[in-house]
Each structure stands twice: as structure tokens, then as C-alpha cells.
């Protein structure tokens, strides 16, 4: 149970392995996940340790499991099985590397022939298109007008023949080419042969695929005539600077026919193969699909325990793996179960050797958590990682931070609502954690689910405090204030309703207040109080304040602990009585004041009450003579008398402490300073951490504000129709409403709150006892790995 205060013992061991059990003792260790190995080759260069090529092979095998996975994202779905598989032996390694080799070169060689085949194809497509298109280019000038070739065209033909005739005479080009790039085509063309050509093109009905990126190509076919070599040569050149594909055209329409007749074949033939190819293919993926999850979690294994051994020794005899490792003393027979099992695994005869160590290196600290409090512990971790063996902050977090987000986030309506929430998450936590979402914002928010959970009960508990709902209070046990007492005692009438606006219940009169407080949370009569703000505004400063000091309070109290626990007595006497001396003559006896002014002074005689904040600013100033503010209680100017010297002597004290640390030069100059400073910084920090506090009251305020401005702006404004239009109107009024209170009040003033609570434990709470200069236990974990938290 110690643990759950506290971070596990440790203990540093060393460990000798033999080399051919070494391999197969760090894989169990592995999937045990309770051990940190130290790097004993920390000054030798990645390359050049005993197993950098095991390692290389391993990165050419994910290198290959990366190709096949993305070959078969389209199309095949991997098979996931519901467990790890086990660990492979060195052995098996080859036999992987053989199968994925071989697998590789055959998917490869398939990819190869197929974009071949897909690039034959989509040029005989393209040939095939353009014969079609080059003909009825041909039929269409058979039919032009007799005025069609004016002195625009002249330069190009200077005979009016057919065009037939005209062709026969005439060179000219086909081919293809992308749409987008056919504008800057044409105008290149026309400038470059001074308009001495005669281009034509059309479209294709249909996209091509590229065979290479296998995205849809829209492209153009077009024909140039021309006359004369030179214009072949300007024409050729600006084809292959635009990339655009020329085919032989044959010039005679029974040849064209021909042609097309023949790649009409040819394209059903090649039709054929492709689809065999991608028959073959998608077998070879489907094969390597049943196995590819498995390969790659045994890949991730082998190449892991590889960087595990190369962290090691190997003795001048190369039979011995020498390892220095980390571990939780309560988890000592566990891992050396796991180490007998390695041995019976690998063959081995000699059983490993564990051997104590003793350094004066400062053990990683492990907080041992579950699913509950694994959230708890992150916040305390996130500040800083606890030193070894000191009180762990998160137990008490587990109740004090939802508490202190409640107190600023206060509302049983928004309560309820973050409750569901999170119990959605809590309830259907395995199938959500079966999708393994990679957004990183649900992930925080899941991680966090009951850290969520908490916050919505604490948050309905302090709405039902301040007898708060969405802005509104509940009447349940019926308000201990009444107003018919006013009116049968005559002091209300008729007139003095019409003539006032605002009215004031008298505690004087009998029967207004019944003498009993409403027994749970605030009275509903002050939510139509106007001066309900003046009310709460005292009451949530103030029972902020003593939350406040008593939260630090306990803080200096679990220093106790850690003083015991490491046995600095002197630091009892001179550092934590003084502490508890400074803080509790001062602002404890302010909670005393305020508590006591709570309880003596009620309805009738609270007019007469004093100021506690006059009180507390004479004690500071020596002025005990103020008549102006009468006195608390009997003898409070005797008390006053006493605690600031108190105050003083726990100062005093605090500042004279003994530094002195066994095995280190005592200086008392130094060491003087030191505590000086720090006992300086301690009674600083407690004035501003008082005043810190104070964010609980001044969020608590706002989020109540808030509440009330959406409720009278938005849904108060639904209540003022009637008939079938009003509930329409209150229909879409309330989901507006909806909107906004989760948007503002819970996502953004949650969000506000949270950090605010956050800050109040880091810094308020935390500094009072918890160093956290450590550093984390990072065992070495296949689960961790491949789940991809591993933090080595």
C-alpha cells in the first residue's frame, strides 16, 4: 500500500547473460515490460556497436512490410489477429528475410510487367482514338465550302483543290496531348511557323489512367498540316517539348481501317493480360496480407531486442552479455522467472546471474498506476517527474482536483452534462479503445475520461452548494425566508408595492425568517435577491481563501512525511515547525476569523458584525488600540499580541536551519544564504499563493455570470411566444441555447477552469513538498513499443 504514497523501490542489478541466452532471456524480459536496461556503450558510435547489421537487416525488413502495406491499402485489408504473436527465435529471422525478399521481388516484377502492360495500353488506346478522330478529320474537310480557303489560308495552300488532293501534296502530323497544355500548344505552334500550318483537334470521350501515378488523364487529339522539312523538324521539336505523343498515320482511309481493325485486337489481347497480371498480383498481396500484421510486430520485436543487446557488454571471451538493469524490487521473482524461462527457451545450460550493485546514482522513479489513476499521475508527471521515494502528489489529486475545478466550475446542469459525457466514455471505453483513434485531441480527452467523470460529480455536488442549475436555484426543503409576515404585520401594503421597485425582507419581523438556515446549500430566495451578487461574492472569496490555506496547509503537512521517510530530523525542528508555525499564526488565524464570524454573527445581528479585513491589516501594523472596529471576541487584542511575534520566531527560525549534509563541506555562509533565501521565498510565497486562491471565487463568479447572460439572452427569449409557433420558436431557441452552453460554459470555461486547478496543484500545493527532479521509469516493453509509447 506504501507504493500508492510513494514510488516503487528500486534496485540496480547486474546481470550476465550467456551470449546464446542472452537474445532469448532480453525478449521475455521484454514482453515482462518491468525492467530498464542502462546503456553501458553510451561513448561508442551507433555503427560501430556489436549488433549494428542485425539492426540494418531489420530496417530492410520494415522497409519491406512499408512497401507491402501501402501495395495493399486500396484494395486488401491486412489481417490483425487478437493477441501478439510470440517473439521469433534468431533463426527464424532468415527464414522471414527469405520469405519477404522473395515476396518483394515478385510483387515488384508483377508491378513492373503491369505498368508495362498498362503503358502499351494506353498508347494503343490513344492510337486508337486518334485514327478515329484523324478520319473523321479527313471526312469533314471532304465537305467544306468553296469559299472556306480565303486569303487567310493562302500562304499554307496555294492550289484550290480538294482537300484530298491538297493532303497528297501536304505533310502532316497526329498525335496527343494533355488538355491543359493544348492552348500554349497551338499559340507556340502558330508563332513559330508563321501561321504556314493547319492545325485541327478534338477531344477524347474518355480520361486515360496513367499507368505510373494511376490517376485520370484528359487529353486532346490533334493533326497538323504542313509543307516542307524544315516545318516537320520546328513541328517535331515543339511536339517533344510539350510532351505530346506522335503515332504514324497512315494517309489512305483503307489503311486507317486497317490499322484500327489491328489495334482493336491488339487492345482486347493486351485486356486479357492485364487482367491476368492483376490477378496474380492481388493473390501475391492477399498471401502476404494473412501474415503482414504478424511479421511486423516480430520485426519490431527481433530489431528491439537488438538495441537492447547492443546497450551491453561483451566480455574479452565473447561467451558473456554483461547488463546493468533497473527494476521494482517487488517484482524481483517475476523477473527472474522470466530469465529461467529465456534459459529453458534458448537451450542454455547456465543459468543467468544477478548481482547487486550499490552506486549513489538516483534511482527512476515508477508510480505504479491503472486505467483510473494513470490520468491523475500524467498531471502530477506533466509539472515534473517526482524524485525517488518521495510523497507522490497523485493520490490526493485523485479528490482535490476535481474539487477545486468544481468549486470554479460549479453548476449541476453543466455537471450532469460533463457526468454523461464521460460516463459514455467510461461505459463504452473497450469498443472505443478497439477503433484506435490516432486524433490526438479525442485521445486526451479519453485518456482523461475519469478525470472527466470526477469533475462532473464534484461539479453537481458544488451546483447543489450553490443551489446553482443553468443559472437557476432549486426549492426543494422551501427558503427559510417569507414574505407574508411583511404584509400581515402592515409594514407591505398595496402602495408601497406600486411605489418601490426593489423591497427589503426584515429578519426583525417575526415569521420572515424562521431562525433555521436552508439545511443544504444557498437559500433559493437569493436568486431573486438583488443583491445576490454583493452575497456570493463575499461567500465564495472567503470559503476560496480557507479552501485555499487549508489545501497549502496540508502541503506542509506531507513535507513531514517526506522528512521522516528520508530521516532529516533536523529539518523537522528547524524547517517544518517553522513552516507550520508561519502559516498557521497567520493565515490559519485568519480561517479562524472568518470561520467564527460565520458562526456567531446570523440575520439579526450581523449589522453590528466587524471587518475581519480591518482586523487583519491592524495586526500587521502593531494597531491594537482601532476602537473604530470592534472586536471579534473576548481578548482578541491579546491574541493579536501574540501571533506576530509567533510569526516572527517561525521566520527566525526558518532562516537559521542547518544545511549541512553529511559527506559535504559545512559552510555556514553559504548555507546561511541559502535558507535565507528560502525561508524568504516560503513566507513570500504563501501571501501570493493566499491570494491565488482567490481564482476559485473569481472563475466561479464568471462562470456563474455567463450562465445567467445565456440564459436571459437566449433562453428566456423562447418562453415569450404561444400557440404552434411558439414551439417552434422554443425548438430552435433551445438548440441555439445547447449549442452555446456546451461550446462556451463547458468546452471553454471547462477548458479555463481546468488549467486554473491545474496551476493551483503545480504551483500552490505541489511547492510545499514535492521537489520532482527525478526522472521516469522507462522500462524496456514490447507493448510499449509497439503500441508506440515506449520513451526510450
Known amino acids: 500500500m506504501a507504493s500508492v504514497f510513494r514510488s516503487e523501490e528500486m534496485s540496480l542489478m547486474q546481470l550476465f547473460l550467456q551470449v546464446e541466452a542472452a537474445y532469448c532471456c532480453v525478449a521475455e524480459l521484454g514482453e515482462l515490460g518491468l525492467v530498464q536496461f542502462r546503456d553501458l556503450n553510451v561513448n561508442v558510435n551507433s555503427f560501430q556497436r556489436k549488433f549494428v547489421n542485425e539492426v540494418r537487416r531489420c530496417e530492410s525488413l520494415e522497409r519491406i512490410l512499408r512497401f507491402l502495406e501501402k501495395e495493399m491499402e486500396d484494395n486488401v485489408e491486412i489481417v490483425k489477429l487478437e493477441k501478439y504473436p510470440e517473439t521469433p527465435l534468431p533463426r527464424e529471422m532468415i527464414d522471414m528475410e527469405t520469405v519477404l525478399e522473395k515476396l518483394e521481388a515478385e510483387l515488384l516484377e508483377a508491378n513492373q510487367n503491369q505498368q508495362t502492360l498498362k503503358q502499351n495500353f494506353l498508347e494503343l488506346t490513344e492510337l486508337k482514338h486518334l485514327l478515329k478522330k484523324t478520319q473523321d478529320f479527313f471526312e469533314a474537310e471532304t465537305n467544306l465550302p468553296d469559299d472556306f480557303f480565303s486569303e487567310d489560308t493562302s500562304g499554307l495552300l496555294e492550289l484550290r483543290s480538294t482537300p484530298a488532293a491538297a493532303a497528297a501534296k501536304l505533310g502532316f502530323t497526329a498525335g496527343v496531348i494533355k488538355r491543359e497544355r493544348m492552348i500554349p500548344f497551338e499559340r507556340l505552334l502558330w508563332r513559330a511557323c508563321r501561321g504556314n500550318i493547319y492545325l485541327r483537334y478534338t477531344e477524347m470521350d474518355t480520361p ?45 482511309a483503307t489503311e486507317r481501317r486497317e490499322m484500327l481493325d489491328g489495334v482493336n485486337t491488339r487492345i482486347e489481347d493486351l485486356n486479357t493480360v492485364i ?125 482535490t482536483f476535481p474539487f477545486l475545478f468544481a468549486v470554479m466550475f460549479g453548476d449541476c446542469g453543466h455537471g450532469a452534462v460533463m457526468l454523461g459525457f464521460a460516463l459514455w466514455m467510461v461505459i463504452n471505453e473497450k469498443s472505443l479503445l478497439a477503433q484506435k483513434s490516432t486524433n490526438e485531441i479525442w485521445n486526451t480527452f479519453f485518456s482523461g475520461r475519469y478525470l472527466i467523470l470526477l469533475m462532473g460529480i464534484f461539479s453537481m455536488y458544488t451546483g447543489f452548494i450553490y443551489n446553482d442549475c443553468f443559472s437557476k436555484s432549486f426549492n426543494i426543503f422551501g427558503s427559510s425566508w417569507h414574505i407574508i409576515p411583511m404584509f400581515k404585520n402592515s409594514t407591505w401594503n398595496k402602495d408601497v408595492l406600486l411605489d418601490n421597485t426593489v423591497l427589503q425582507l426584515d429578519p426583525a419581523v417575526p415569521g420572515v425568517y424562521s431562525g433555521n438556515p436552508y439545511p443544504f446549500g444557498i437559500d433559493p430566495i437569493w436568486n431573486v435577491a438583488s443583491n445576490k451578487l454583493t452575497f456570493l461574492n463575499s461567500y465564495k472569496m472567503k470559503m476560496s481563501v480557507v479552501i485555499g490555506i487549508v489545501h497549502m496547509i496540508f502541503g506542509v503537512i506531507l ?37 467564527f464570524k460565520w458562526c456567531h454573527f446570523d440575520v439579526h445581528s450581523s449589522q453590528s458584525a466587524p471587518s475581519i479585513l480591518i482586523h487583519f491589516i491592524n495586526m500587521f501594523l502593531f494597531n491594537y488600540s482601532d476602537t473604530s472596529n470592534a472586536p471579534l471576541y473576548l481578548h482578541q487584542v491579546w491574541i493579536k499580541h501574540l501571533e506576530s511575534p509567533v510569526a516572527g520566531f517561525g521566520f527566525t527560525v526558518g532562516v537559521v536551519e542547518s544545511g549541512h549534509k553529511g559527506g559535504k563541506q559545512f559552510n555556514f555562509g553559504d548555507t546561511f544564504v541559502h535558507q535565507a533565501i528560502h525561508t524568504i521565498e516560503y513566507c513570500l510565497g504563501c501571501i501570493s499563493n493566499t491570494a491565488s486562491y482567490l481564482r476559485l471565487w473569481a472563475l466561479s463568479l464568471a462562470h456563474a455570470q455567463l450562465s445567467e447572460v445565456l440564459w436571459t439572452m437566449v433562453m428566456h427569449n423562447g418562453f415569450n411566444s404561444s400557440g404552434w409557433a411558439g414551439l417552434i420558436i422554443i425548438f430552435i431557441i433551445f438548440a441555439a441555447f445547447a449549442v452555446l452552453t456546451v461550446a462556451i460554459l463547458l468546452v471553454m470555461e471547462g477548458l479555463s477552469a481546468f488549467l486554473h486547478a491545474l496551476r493551483l496543484h503545480w504551483v500552490e500545493f505541489q511547492n510545499k513538498f514535492y521537489v520532482g527532479a527525478g526522472y521516469k521509469f522507462s522500462p524496456f516493453s514490447f507493448k510499449h513499443i509497439i503500441d508506440g509509447t515506449s520513451e526510450e
Not at 208 to 223: A, G, H, M, S, Y
Not at 364 to 375: H, M
Open 275 to 399: 487482367t491476368q497480371t492483376e490477378s496474380h498480383r492481388q493473390r501475391l498481396l492477399r498471401e502476404a496480407a494473412a501474415n503482414l500484421w504478424s511479421w511486423g510486430i516480430k520485426v519490431k520485436k527481433i530489431k528491439a531486442i537488438y538495441h537492447i543487446l547492443n546497450c551491453c557488454n561483451i566480455d574479452v571471451t565473447q561467451q558473456c552479455v554483461i547488463a546493468e538493469i533497473w527494476f521494482p524490487v517487488a517484482d524481483a521473482g517475476r523477473i527472474k522467472k522470466a530469465l529461467h524461462q529465456g534459459m529453458e527457451r534458448s537451450g542454455s545450460t547456465i543459468a543467468p546471474i544477478l548481482t547487486a550493485i550499490h552506486t549513489r546514482m538516483a534511482p527512476p522513479t515508477f508510480n505504479r498506476t491503472n486505467k483510473f489513476t494513470a490520468g491523475f499521475q500524467n498531471i502530477v508527471d506533466a509539472y515534473g517527474v517526482g524524485n525517488y521515494r518521495e510523497m507522490n502528489p497523485a493520490p490526493y489529486t485523485i479528490i
Open 559 to 595: 513535507s513531514l512525511f517526506n522528512h521522516i521517510y528520508f530521516k532529516k530530523y533536523i529539518n523537522i525542528i528547524l524547517q517544518f515547525i517553522p513552516e507550520m508555525i508561519f502559516i498557521i499564526s497567520l493565515f490559519g488565524y485568519l480561517v479562524f476569523m472568518i470561520i
Open 208 to 252: 486515360l489512367e496513367d499507368p505510373v501515378t494511376r490517376e485520370e488523364v484528359k487529353k486532346n487529339v490533334f493533326i497538323i498540316f504542313y509543307q516542307g522539312e524544315q516545318l516537320k523538324q520546328k513541328i517535331k521539336k515543339i511536339c517533344d517539348g510539350f510532351r505530346a505523343t506522335v503515332y504514324p498515320c497512315p494517309e489512305s
